[in-house]
């Protein structure tokens, strides 16, 4: 038998899809978050066209 858990997202930041050709502002934010010790993922969110920089809310194990 195999349980999951839901796991639980927060978004630290939003940027829209449509950012001029060679920026990548949800990366960069990413990464400034990573340098900072935040574990930090960029997620597409299709609907809402745009770029989510999310962290999980999920304890460790």
């Known amino acids: 038998m195999t349980t999951t858990t839901a796991?639980?997202?927060t978004v630290l930041?939003?940027?829209p899809?449509?950012?001029p050709r060679g920026s990548w502002p949800?990366?960069?934010y990413a990464a400034a978050q990573r340098a900072q010790g935040t574990d930090v993922q960029?997620?597409?969110d299709l609907?809402?066209?745009q770029f989510l920089v999310v962290?999980?809310?999920?304890?460790?194990?």
């Not at 962290?55 to 194990?61: F, G, M």
């Open 47 to 49: 609907v809402g066209d």
């Open 17 to 19: 899809a449509g950012a």
């Open 42 to 44: 960029v997620v597409m």
């Open 13 to 15: 930041e939003r940027f």
């Open 7 to 9: 796991q639980s997202r």
């Open 55 to 61: 962290t999980d809310d999920t304890p460790p194990q």
């Open 26 to 28: 949800a990366e960069e």
